[in-house]
């Protein structure tokens, strides 16, 4: 392909300014301005449209239909980024396209959904949330960048911080959780991961925070529906990890598929104009979700596409993703003076300044190299951070008697459950850039300790098709109560000295579009646990889930469990080194688990309501069949050893604004085993001008400890920590007193006080 005779003097043209030239100014923004003053207004929109990959590039190129129009698009200059093209030689030959072909020659971002890892996959977010552990969340990230980017990807739609407190949203695996405080850190730990100290360099990818705002407050949980939240619960809890996300360095912001207080906010101009935008000062991108600004005419919003387009694009939406409305009404929109043509430049200058920030414009192909391809994916340094982050996501919910973790040698197992030898469903929804059936199974990653006999038996089936998809029939529903497999496994308990049971959710019974009315551990598979319970009652459960489940009976019953998510690529390794000690569990739950489905939306950091009870009357906030508490609270986790806390001290009970406060708590391992606890601190402030929470989480520390070591873990308070969006619309603290809590979980009970003066 030859490069243009435009192309060239585009070339020239921005090649010829040079530092010097512009002493004191943007050198970017010249050099974007200078691009924007050569393109056509075409062109300009043409930047705004992102194009899914719709063709086999490395092909012949489309003869008919939709796809050669788009294909037409494209060498006409028409599209600026597109998503879901996949590794270097197809990347490679549409950037050629669009550098050699086009009349300027602007290169295209390349978007994937990198969500927990590209080829090797990490946890799913909710577990690595899990974990608690910044530094390795953010290198899980780093890898994930590594990766992709060596396949020829510049841009992640990653990570979603959208907050939620219903675990029927099937998209809490893609989340860090129900806690701000937590997932504004987490926000913060991806983002660094994935974007690097230099966006410019090849192996870093621009970030997305996702999906703006309050996706995760789907009425019911289920997806895409309505949702209709307060402003202190906007502020209070949906912002922060937005806000955490631009201080961090975000490249774009999405916006989500729903709509807030009656407005569908890929056309809410208060919160992407008003908040994002002047509040918060962003200055990068922001994209739609796929296809939402054409959804607002659905939602009945929009009019038609012409409205949708000028609702999204007044607003402030600057790429449209896969409506392809913007490519064809947004000149119409300004030849008949809907919208000023100052608008589209506002948005073009961002993406074309997002390209220079990726290194495009000086190389175009920096990040498509073949060799490095070959090199980095699945090498042996990402599955081994995958390992890492993969042990460290895992929570031990019970362990009655010490059962876990288990001897090496002379015992004999029975392994049972449909997710025992499970290669596809660890590996979760979010997988399109992996292989399937690539994750080391639990069968396999126990094999690999020899010193025990090991029969598998599968017991039962998972609820789903192999190809994901839920489909209501007939043989289906058979094949999901088939309870033909109960003998064998049965047999197989009977005659072990353990059973470990792998039950839980196909992985593609959670994600997005896979919202669940129950969150009972699905099809036959707690039957086939509790026939197992009958033979043998030492049983390990061993659970793989995308979202919180009702684990009541087990929890009465059962007596260790150990909550794996979904673990990715080195799930077997993981689990199995967790079960045979090489591990200490560490997790701790970002979310909390119900008795009942009943219970939900259920959060720790609730209100307190004008009867909290509990009373010996009826009237009070509570439910007459089951308690008000979870089952298993936000924070928890237990260890194969034990910790003690005691000691809590404060230096000072009065604080004025510009004082800090020096909390520390004794910290003991009063068990057998070297482990990790994850010391908690929650502060209540006891009266506000708007309602407070029971508690919120302010502080946490990582505490390795050997056995029969102590240690003072010590925290610091600060006025900026107080504060909250109180009654007049700010963000500040208000005087008076508050109590703090420092334990192993949100129950965390040694509690001191202290009065803030000003
Ligand atoms: C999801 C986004 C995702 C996009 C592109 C949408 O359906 O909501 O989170 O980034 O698709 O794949």
Known sequence: MKTTFFAYIFLFKILSINAQSVVNKDLVGIKVDSILSLMTLDEKIGQMNQYNGFWDATGPSPDSGEQLKKYESLKKGLVGSMLNVRGVDEISAIQKIAVNQTRLGIPLIFANDVIHGYKTLSPIPIAEAASWDLKEIENSARIAAIESSAAGTNWTFAPMVDISRDPRWGRVMEGAGEDPFLASLIAAARIKGFQGDDLSKHNTVAATAKHFAAYGFSESGRDYNTVDIGDNTLNNIVYPPFISSIEAGVASVMT????????????????????????????????????????????????????????????????????????????????????????????????LRLKFDLGLFDDP??????????????????????????????????????????????????????????????????????????????????????????????????????????????????????????????????????????????????????????????????????????????????????RPLDLSWADENIPAILETWQLGTQTGNAIAQVLYGDYNPSGKLPMTFPRSVGQIPIYYNHKSTGRPGPKKVVFWSHFNDIPNTPLYPFGYGLSYTRFKYSNLSIDK??????????????????????????????????????????????????????????????????????????????????QGVFEIFIGSDSNADLKETFELIR
Not at 659 to 679: A, D, H, M, P, Y
Request: charged share 30%.
């Open 256 to 351: 989500g598929f729903n709509d807030l207080d009656g407005i569908p906010v890929t056309g809410n101009s208060d919160i992407i104009k008003g908040i994002l935008r002047d509040k918060w000062g962003f200055e990068g991108v922001v994209i739609s979700d796929w296809g939402s600004v054409r959804e607002m005419i659905p939602h009945g919003f929009a009019k038609n596409a012409d409205n949708a387009a000028e609702l999204a694009i007044k607003a402030g939406t600057d790429i449209d993703m896969e409506s392809n409305i913007y490519v064809r009404k947004l000149k119409k929109l300004i030849n008949d003076k809907i919208i000023d043509e100052k608008l589209i430049d506002q948005s073009v200058r961002k993406i």
């Open 653 to 734: 009970k009065l604080m004025n604004v510009k004082q800090t406060i020096n909390v520390s708590v004794l910290l003991e391992n009063i068990g057998k085993l070297k482990g990790r606890e994850v010391v908690q601190l929650y502060i209540k402030d006891k009266f506000g001008s708007t309602t407070r929470p029971v508690k919120e989480l302010k502080g946490f520390k990582l505490i390795d400890l050997e056995p029969g070591e102590k240690r003072r873990v010590d925290f610091k308070i600060s006025e900026p920590m107080l504060r909250f969006y109180n009654a007049k619309k700010n963000w500040e603290s208000e």
């Open 365 to 546: 192909f920096k990040y498509l190299d073949k060799e490095r391809e070959k090199k980095v994916l699945n090498s042996p340094e990402i599955q081994n951070t995958v390992l890492q982050m993969a042990k460290k996501s895992i929570v031990l919910l019970k362990n009655s008697n010490s059962l876990l973790p288990l001897k090496k040698e002379n015992l004999k197992i029975a392994l049972i459950g449909p997710l025992a030898n499970d290669k596809n469903s660890p590996l979760g929804n979010w997988r399109t850039n992996s292989d399937n059936n690539t994750a080391v199974s639990v069968l396999e990653g126990m094999s690999k300790y020899d010193g025990n006999e090991i029969i598998y038996e599968k017991g039962a089936n998972l609820i789903l098709n192999s190809d994901g998809v839920v489909k209501f029939s007939e043989k289906i529903i058979l094949n999901q109560n088939d309870k033909s497999g109960f003998d064998s496994a049965r047999i197989a308990a009977a005659k072990s000295d353990i059973a470990i049971v792998v039950i839980g959710e196909d992985g593609f019974q959670s994600g997005e579009g896979r919202s669940r009315s129950e969150i009972a551990i699905p099809g036959v598979q707690l039957d086939l646990l509790k026939e197992i319970f009958k033979v043998n009652n030492k049983i390990v459960l061993v659970l793989m889930n995308g």
